[in-house]
Structure formats: structure tokens, C-alpha cells
């Protein structure tokens, strides 16, 4: 099936073949370009058939026009295109068939007057968009009500000039409108096209896109007359700069990462020279430090490497953020692999006074990567550890779910986590209220935990009682595809 296109390309395509009418004032042209472009847009056949005429036995789609419930034929589409895409276009194409088939009897002066000026308005709401009329040398703007009821005002007999709508509009606006409008009329562009702020009665700022055309000038050239449309595009404006202040976002993103991670690598070296140097002093035989020399190496080779953790934390976060960190799945015994990660954390489970334990539950294998679901679960054991409370208990519960997951919960009888805390638990660099305790981290650990779980396919949730302790779930597929 054909894709339709945006809405915003048939509401302009309707308002284009309709201002052409008011122009030109010869509906079968008109009604000829808007077929043209809906069949561009379309990359199909479009034609218009009156009303007795049947059906093309080719055509894919056929949509009746009418005019006030009477039947005046119908569109032929030669393709599959979904019929309410093309609502935009149906009451133009409606009110061209009627002006085509009722022009010869239309002969006023004023080429955008009479019953033609109220068929072409309704087919121009219909399109999502209104229209205008100024008289230039007498400086009257007709349909200005509709503008004021656009924005919000009460219709009254107020003042119909281009100065009385020009009070509404943005004093920063105001010089970039006229040029745009002078440049029209000196004939350097074919349509006058300007979006400016105007203010509503509620006191905030819309945006309107104005395009318009003279179509009437003296013999010497000056302008008569001015057709034209406007349309609040205010949601559109504010969609268009979400996605601008989405893509500066991102952008900026991309440039933190890639600074991080260059930044990782570059403090790595000196860093791993540094531990190299304070092991070997450590070790050196030939001139062994004293007892105050070796406490002293001691606290440099734990500040080192813990300065090089959050370092790796750090180059495993930026490698996520771009896409760079490959993952090997392998099959493996969960409750195995908890039992390596307690015992690596066997020596700081002892110094806190905590007592580790993994509760009875099902044989869990699954595919994921093990060097990664084993970091993830050191951050959280060890997270538990060092929130808990002396003669604490931290305890891991794994069980199958229903869905088709693994679950993994890690549990400890600590601090706990207020509300408040929750909501930002997972961002980079932020350690809640423990951002002045004397517990070592720095912040990385929990953001790289959920992006390490969210890239295995799975997802980690929490719950917290504050002097009751909390509760970290991860879910994680039984198996690979």
C-alpha cells in the first residue's frame, strides 16, 4: 500500500490550488494543479470523474465529492492508498469540481466576493487553514474577525486596517513582516510567506505562518489587491524546536561521551604507572620501607584503585552511551555465578559486620554475558554491603518468572532509600543522601548497573524503606533470541 503523505503537505497543496483559483479565476486549472500534486505526492494516478460517470476498472481507491450532500463525482486513485490520509484534500478538490462546473455564470468585480468567496473559505477550513483579502489603497483587510477569533478575541466593530492587526503582532516581528512583504512587491519573490508572533487574548505569544500574493495592480503597477492565508503553526513551532533542543541534547551528549572516554583512556596510563611503582615499593626487598612507609604505600594503592575503578566505571558508561561496548553471550549457572561474586566480597562483607546469603531457589541458566552480570551483581552486593547496618544481612533470591525471565533480586537490612531519592537513584554522579558520608563511591556504579541490565535485554527496579532497607530486582531473558 502507497504511504500517504503528511497532512501538512496536503493542507498546502490544497490552500495553493485554491489560492491559484482566486487568482486566476479558472477552476479547471486549478483543479488540474491540485490533481497533479496529489498524484506527485502520492507517486499514483489521481483523477476526478463526474457524477454519473463509472468507476475506471483500474482504479485502486475511489472517494466520492459532494458539495452540501449533493453528489458531484468522484476521486480515482490508481493505487492502495488509505482513504483517511486524504481528508485534507477531499473539500477542495469538492469545491473546485462545483466552481469548474458553475463558473461561467460568476462575473463580479471583486474575483473573491459572492457565493465563490464562501465555497473557497470552507474548502480553506477544511484544509486547516483561513483566508484573507486586503484592499490595498483603501488599506481594508477583510475576514479580520476570523483572525481575532483565532486568537481568542471577542468580534467587534474595531478597526480593519493592516495597522489594527499590526498592533497584534511582536514588536521584534513587526520590520521582518514588512520586508517580507516588500519583497513581494518589488517582485523579488513569486508569493509573500512569513511566520511572526502574534498575542492572543489570553496574553501569551502564537505563532501564524502568513503567504499571500497581489493579484490585482494599476496599469502604473502599484498594488490593488492581496489575496492570502493564515495558520496558527504554534504547535507545529514548538514541535520543531522540541526536536532541535532533542538533537542539541543529543549532540552534546555525544560530545561529553566522547571527551569521557578519551579522558578514561588518557588517565588510565599514568595511573596503572602509579600502582605499578607503589606495588613495587611495596615489595622491594633490596630497600624494604618501614612499617609508617608501608601504611602510607598502602593508602595510595587503595585511593589508585579505586580511582582506576570508577575510571573503568566511567569508559564502560561512555562505550554504552555510543554504541561501542560488545556483549558475549554465554551459557551459565546463575547461582554459581552469585557465589563467585560472594566471595570476591567475602573480605568487605566481614569488615562491615554483614552477613552474606544466597536463599534456596530453582537451578537458573541463562545466555548473557558473564563478565558483565558479574559486574552488575558486584555493584549491587557490594552497594548492599556498604549501605548496611554493622550485623547487617544482605541476601540474593533467585527465581523464574512466568514471562520468560530470570529474576535476581538482591536484598539488604540498611539505610534504605527516601522517596525523594528514588527518582534520580540511577543518574550518573549522584549519590543521594550519601553524597557527604564517608562511604566510598563517586555515583557511576547504579547508572553503569541499570545500563549494563537495560543492554542485556532486561530491566532493574527498586523499592525502599527508609532504617528498613531495600530491594534491587533484575529481570534478564532465560535465553538469547
Not at 192 to 218: K, T
Request: proline share 5%; hydrophobic share 45%.
Amino acid at each position: 500500500m502507497a504511504s500517504s503523505p503528511p497532512d501538512a503537505a496536503l493542507w498546502r497543496a490544497a490552500r495553493d490550488a485554491l489560492l491559484d483559483h482566486a487568482e486566476r479565476r479558472d477552476a479547471g486549472h486549478s483543479l488540474a494543479l491540485l490533481l497533479a500534486e496529489l498524484s506527485l505526492q502520492l507517486g499514483v494516478a489521481c483523477r476526478v470523474r463526474d457524477v454519473g460517470m463509472a468507476p475506471s476498472p483500474s482504479a485502486g481507491l475511489v472517494l466520492p465529492l459532494q458539495r452540501l450532500g449533493q453528489a458531484l463525482g468522484h476521486l480515482e486513485i490508481e493505487g492502495e492508498v488509505a482513504a483517511a490520509g486524504l481528508a485534507p484534500v477531499l473539500p477542495a478538490l469538492g469545491a473546485l469540481l462545483a466552481l469548474r462546473d458553475e463558473q461561467a455564470g460568476s462575473a463580479t468585480t471583486n474575483r473573491y466576493s459572492g457565493p465563490e468567496a464562501g465555497l473557497i473559505r470552507s474548502a480553506l477550513a477544511g484544509a486547516g487553514t483561513f483566508v484573507w483579502e486586503w484592499w490595498i489603497e483603501s488599506d481594508w483587510l477583510t475576514d479580520i474577525d476570523q483572525g481575532l477569533r483565532l486568537l481568542g478575541y471577542p468580534v467587534t466593530n474595531g478597526g480593519h486596517t493592516q495597522d489594527h492587526w499590526a498592533a497584534l503582532i511582536h514588536p521584534d516581528d513587526r520590520a521582518d513582516n514588512h520586508e517580507a512583504y516588500q519583497r513581494h512587491e518589488r517582485g523579488e519573490v513569486e508569493v509573500y510567506e512569513h511566520a511572526y508572533r502574534v498575542r492572543a487574548a489570553d496574553g501569551r505569544w502564537r505563532w501564524m505562518l502568513e503567504r499571500g500574493r497581489i493579484v490585482d495592480r494599476a496599469p502604473d503597477g502599484r498594488p490593488l489587491r492581496m489575496v492570502g492565508t493564515q495558520t496558527d503553526i504554534t504547535e507545529r513551532r514548538e514541535l520543531e524546536r522540541a526536536r532541535e533542543e532533542a538533537a542539541e541534547a543529543q549532540a552534546a551528549s555525544r560530545a561529553k561521551t566522547e571527551f569521557l572516554a578519551r579522558m578514561s583512556h588518557e588517565l588510565r596510563t599514568p595511573l596503572n604507572a602509579v600502582l605499578g611503582f607503589t606495588q613495587l615499593m611495596q615489595i622491594d626487598r633490596s630497600e624494604p620501607p618501614g612499617p609508617e612507609q608501608q601504611r602510607r604505600l598502602q593508602l595510595i594503592r587503595e585511593a589508585g584503585e579505586h580511582l582506576l575503578h570508577m575510571i573503568n566505571d566511567l569508559l564502560d558508561l561512555t562505550r554504552i552511551e555510543s554504541g561501542g561496548l560488545t556483549l558475549s553471550p554465554t551459557r551459565m549457572e546463575l547461582r554459581e555465578l552469585v557465589l563467585q561474586v560472594f566471595a570476591l566480597l567475602a573480605e568487605l562483607a566481614a569488615r562491615q559486620g554483614v552477613t552474606l546469603a544466597l536463599e534456596p531457589g530453582a537451578l537458573l541458566a541463562l545466555d548473557a554475558d558473564r563478565t558483565r552480570l558479574r559486574q552488575v551483581l558486584l555493584n549491587l552486593v557490594s552497594n548492599a554491603i556498604k549501605y548496611n547496618r554493622p550485623g547487617g544481612r544482605v541476601g540474593v533470591v533467585l527465581a523464574a518468572q512466568a514471562d520468560g525471565t530470570a529474576r535476581i533480586v538482591v536484598q539488604d537490612s540498611g539505610l534504605g532509600i527516601g522517596e525523594a531519592q528514588l527518582a534520580r537513584l540511577f543518574e550518573p554522579f549522584h549519590r543521594g543522601p550519601h553524597e557527604r558520608s564517608a562511604i566510598e563511591g563517586t555515583g557511576i556504579g547504579l547508572a553503569l548497573t541499570k545500563a549494563l541490565v537495560i543492554r542485556m535485554g532486561g530491566r532493574i527496579e527498586v523499592r525502599s524503606e527508609l532504617d528498613v532497607g531495600s530491594e534491587f530486582c533484575v529481570s534478564l531473558p532465560l535465553r538469547v533470541g
